[in-house]
């Protein structure tokens, strides 16, 4: 069974520039989260998907961030202007419906400069 | 507020050694636990959870944790550490139904041969 996987992996941007992440959960997995972690500090959410709908979206840091979930598979995070403070590592985890365990992607670690 | 402490931002120890990364949470309602690790390069990987019952909880690759009520602790523990371990570990809480967790900061892990 895939992992979850998060597209690009990498990703350097100049401030004012706008990047999107791609964020594929496992096959089958009801909910999607994505997470940030700003360098030396905790991980914190940002958002919650079930299927296409936003459950939860208090850890959004403002209106530059955009998530999107269509038909409910994968998921988009797109920041819009960026700015030197959204610069850390986005993680994506999903899980599949009433399971506590979320399972986490790679990352994408986001640059800018 | 809700909250996890990892006081021990970075541990080296000796392979062979036994560990011990510490953990308190502060949490309002019954917390479900979680150990995660994250090598260089990989996404953060579940090593256990506390969700009720036998409060010493048995993971992958050799680590235990046990979760301490009064003290507000889940400490995860290994006997003797593989070079393979080096990596970093978040505790996190949570409730158990597919919602957002709350992550501590990180201790790195570093160890020698």
């Known amino acids: ?113 | 507020a809700q909250s996890v402490t990892q006081p021990d931002i970075h541990i080296t120890v000796s392979e062979g050694a036994s560990l011990e990364l510490r953990c308190n949470y502060s949490y309002g309602a019954t917390p479900y636990l979680f150990w995660y690790v994250q090598s260089p390069g990989q996404g953060l990987q579940l090593l256990l959870k506390y969700f009720s019952g036998d409060t010493l909880v048995q993971g992958i690759k050799g680590f235990e944790a046990e979760f301490k009520r009064s003290q507000s602790s889940f400490n995860l523990r290994k006997p003797s550490v593989h070079w393979s371990d080096a990596a970093e570990y978040f505790c996190a809480v949570g409730p158990y139904n597919t919602d957002k967790l709350i992550f501590g900061t990180g201790t790195r892990l570093q160890v020698f041969p």
């Open chain 1, 1 to 113: 069974e895939a992992g979850v996987t998060q597209f690009p992996s990498h990703s350097v941007i100049e401030k004012g520039q706008t990047v999107t992440l791609r964020c594929d959960p496992i096959s089958g997995h009801d909910n999607l989260y994505w997470y940030r972690r700003v360098m030396g500090k905790e991980i914190k959410f940002l958002l919650h998907f079930v299927k296409e709908s936003k459950q939860d979206e208090s850890g959004m840091p403002n209106n530059r961030f955009l998530a999107e979930r269509t038909g409910g598979t994968y998921s988009t995070l797109k920041v819009q202007p960026a700015e030197l403070e959204d610069s850390g590592v986005y993680f994506c985890a999903s899980s599949p419906q009433g399971r506590g365990e979320q399972f986490f992607g790679p990352g994408t670690r986001l640059t800018v400069l």
